[in-house]
Structures are given as C-alpha cells and as structure tokens.
C-alpha cells in the first residue's frame, strides 16, 4: 500500500492531525498538499497534546519524514517557530523536507487578507488572516515568491519589487494604509533564508522513487473537501484543493500512484467561518456538540459552528474524492443523546433533493431533511472493538456508513490515539 491519502470530508476540523498521526507509526512520509498554517490539528500523545499548523502531522512519528509539498503555502516565520517549539518539547525535527516550489506567505500578503476582510464588512469569508487567499492569488498571478527565490538574493528583490509595486497602490490608496518598503521585506525574508537551507529539497524527486521503492507515503491534507476552492461552498472557501486531486498537484505524484484516499469524518458537523451549514443548530443541541466536543478553533480560537451529521455532503466527499474508505471521529460525544438526527436529503424549493446541489443559491436555500435515529447512554471511550460498542452506536456507524457510500475503516471514541476502534487496517 504505498500511497495513500488522507483528507477532510467536510468543513475542516474532522480529526485529520489525530488519524495521520495514528497512521505516522507505520508510513514513511508524510506529505502536507496545499494550505499553510491556516490549518490547526491537535495531536493528542499520551498525556501531550501538539497543536500543528504548518507543519504535517507525521513529525511526532520519529520513524516518519515530514514533507511540505511545492502545493503548500510556508509562513517562513510560522515555519521556524512552530519547529522550535517542537524542539523545545524533545521532538526532532531534523527529517524535515521542504519543496523549494512552495510559495512563501510574505507579511504584505497577511497584511492584506486582514484588510481585505475587513474592507469586505458583512461580505467577509471569516478567513483565519493568515494571508493564505492572497499568496495563493500571487502565485496564480504569477507574481508569487517561492521558497528557492530565498537562495538568489537579486532575484528575490526583483519579486519582491515587481509584487509591492501593485499592492502598495492598493494598500495607500484603497485601504489608506502606508506603503510597504520592499527592502525591509527581502532583508526579512533573508534573514530567515540559511535557517530552511537544510530543509529545501527537491521532493517530487524523493516522493517518487520513494514509492518505486515500495515506501509507504501518506498525503495530509488541510481543510476540507467543502472548503475546497473547486468544490466547496465557493466563495466561502480556503483558497487551495484540499480534495484529493489536489495531493498529486500539491505534491507532483501522478493518480496511478495513489492507492487509497480515506476520508475524515466527523459524527457531526462543525464549521469556522461564513457560508452556508444546512444542519447548523442554534438551540442547546448545538452548545451542548460544542462543549462536549471541544469545538474551539485551534489556529484562531473562534468557537466552531456546529450541526448535526449531515448525509448529503458526505456522498458528496465520497464521489468528488474518490474515497476508498472514512474514518469516523469523535463518536464519543453523541453519548447521552436519546435520539440523533442524521440530514438524509435536503429538501429545496419544495423538492426533496438527494445529491448536493451545484448551484450556490439552491444551497443557500436547502432545509435538511432528518431521520431520527436511536441515541446510547453507555461510555464508549474504552471500546477497542466494534462489538464492544452499544448495539445503538453500532447500528449509528452502520447507518451513516449506508448513506455515505463507502466503507467506515475506523472509529474515533476519545482524542487520544489509542481511542480508536480499527475495523479494516489502511495499510493493508
Ligand atoms: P483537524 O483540523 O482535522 O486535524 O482537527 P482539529 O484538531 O482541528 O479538531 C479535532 C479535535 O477533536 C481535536 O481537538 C482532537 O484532539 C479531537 N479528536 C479527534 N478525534 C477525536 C475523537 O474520536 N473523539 C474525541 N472526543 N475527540 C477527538
Ligand atoms: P483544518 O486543517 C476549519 C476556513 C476559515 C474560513 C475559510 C477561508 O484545521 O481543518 P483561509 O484563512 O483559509 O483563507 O480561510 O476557511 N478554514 C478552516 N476551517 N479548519 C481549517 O483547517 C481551516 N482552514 C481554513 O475559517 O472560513
Ligand atoms: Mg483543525
């Protein structure tokens, strides 16, 4: 099973750092696409918990190589300070490699997703400001600035120039802010540049024959299939392909190569951000998912959106990604319940309507249409086995694996990664 890929089925936030991390044990590499560090994954190790942004979750594996992917965004500043305080903690972080064709977030671009929100007022996405959107605008613009640029001093400056000269128009003159001095950001930039040399690697190159050879690689990603800019609830989106085209584009590995993409899944639903949520709940359901989940943002703290599990947008994971297989997380926290809606179809206009609706404004409009299904008292965190499970959790997963179309391989019943029920091993 060399590849193999590991994504977010729904709005972000699924349980992706745990599963990779639980995976990070047995694969060889593991490769973040796309997405910078408006990610945040929490990573429970005993008792240590990590919260990652930039970095994959495969560095707290120590047989494992952590590869950030030419499709990534890379905060230089972000990059060095969460591997410092990794480093703090007794983790080593020396395996790192790092595309020299990632595209560097410069601080006129945070600088510009934070104006640019707030210039937008009502209309905001709600982005992390992490000044994702514009880099990714840079680079499709072509004026973006890439890691390699670091290691060509007068090449840098010359991006640099040819960059600031569009955005310091916009930046005096719309946002009335001052004029940004192009040397002060290639001093920057430099100064961060010998700190990454030992990183810098060409990793299509290494990616590929790894798996030639047989390793295991796993691709991270960020996000999640509804935030993707392709097949997302556009424009309240990220500005990357978290779906699982995006791992070959992201990460320069023809589809032949990947095997298998497993999709995370949570029991329920949350969302950060604007955009529609057609099973959001704003009653005591709601608060009670959110406290007993822990639904607070890791990258910005912002408490999440939350809903029930929504059907409709899980088959819709499964055909955009090709999902071979879900991870269901976090079904410990539907304990309690008496009952649990699940959304089967929505209803629109009138209409009952079973597959996600390509248009932005039948979207908007789409009321969920519940089945209720049984709710189970019983903790469940101990569970090892899927037979050990409460007949009515187990007929929930049964349920939702039915109306999601592809096959439930794992069970998340607490954050820790022995909390998890194993029903088809990944990596057979
Ligand atoms: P990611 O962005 O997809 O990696 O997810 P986050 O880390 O942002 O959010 C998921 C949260 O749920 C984290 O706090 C995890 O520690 C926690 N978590 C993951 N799986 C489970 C699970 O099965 N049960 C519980 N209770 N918590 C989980
Ligand atoms: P992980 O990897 C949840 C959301 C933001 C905003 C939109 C655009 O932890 O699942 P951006 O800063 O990317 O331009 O913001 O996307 N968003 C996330 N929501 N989890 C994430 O990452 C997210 N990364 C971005 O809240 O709505
Ligand atoms: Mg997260």
């Known amino acids: 099973m060399p590849a193999l890929v590991l994504l977010g089925a729904q709005w972000g936030d699924e349980g992706k750092g745990k599963a990779t991390d639980l995976l990070g044990g047995s694969v060889d590499y593991v490769v973040r696409y796309q997405g910078g560090n408006n990610a945040g994954h929490t990573v429970v190790v005993g008792d240590q918990k990590y919260a990652l942004h930039l970095l994959p979750s495969g560095i707290l594996s120590p047989g494992c190589t952590p590869v950030i992917g030419n499709g990534v965004v890379v905060d230089p500043a972000v990059l060095l300070s969460e591997l410092s305080g990794l480093n703090e903690r007794g983790v080593d972080t020396s395996k790192l490699l790092v595309s020299g064709n990632a595209h560097l977030i410069t601080p006129y671009n945070v600088t510009l997703d934070k104006v640019g929100e707030r210039f937008l007022g009502k209309r905001k996405i709600g982005t992390t400001g992490r000044g994702i959107g514009p880099t990714y605008a840079d680079k499709i613009n072509r004026v973006g600035i890439r ?66 050879e047989g390793k295991v690689v796993l691709f991270e990603g960020g996000q999640g299939t509804l935030l ?42 949350t969302r950060v951000g604007a955009g529609p949520f057609p099973t959001e709940l704003f009653d005591k359901d709601g608060e009670a998912l959110r406290t007993i989940g822990g639904e607070r943002g890791v990258t910005t703290g912002r408490d999440r959106r939350c809903g029930w599990f929504d059907a409709v947008i899980a088959r819709y994971a499964t055909r955009v990604n090709g999902l071979t297989d879900f991870f ?25 309507v079973e597959e996600l609706p390509y248009s932005q404004s039948d979207f908007h409009h789409a009321k969920p249409i519940y089945e209720m299904l049984p709710g189970w008292t019983e903790d469940i965190s101990k569970a090892k086995t899927f037979s ?39 990596l057979s």
């Open 328 to 352: 269901l997380t976090k079904l410990d926290v539907l304990t309690g319940w008496e009952q649990i809606p699940v959304c089967v179809a929505y209803e629109i206009d009138g209409k009952r």
């Open 147 to 212: 890691v390699q640029d670091l290691y060509d001093e007068s090449i840098l400056t010359q991006k640099v120039e040819a960059a600031l000269e569009l955005k310091n128009q916009l930046l005096a003159k719309l946002y009335n802010r001052r004029a940004i001095d192009p040397a002060k950001i290639v001093d920057e930039m430099l100064a961060y540049a010998e700190q990454i040399k030992p990183f810098v690697a060409d990793t299509t190159l290494i990616l590929n024959n790894a798996i030639d």
């Open 388 to 426: 050990e499970l409460p007949k009515n959790a187990q007929a929930y997963v049964k349920a939702l694996e039915e109306m999601s179309g592809a096959p439930i391989s794992a069970i998340g019943v607490g954050p820790g990664r022995d909390e998890t029920i194993e029903i088809n091993s990944f």
């Open 228 to 269: 993707d800019v392709d097949h997302g609830t556009y424009p309240f989106v990220t500005s990357s392909n978290p779906t699982a085209g995006g791992a070959c584009t992201g990460a320069g590995v023809g589809p032949t190569k990947i095997n298998r993409v497993i999709g995370i899944l949570k029991a329920y639903t």
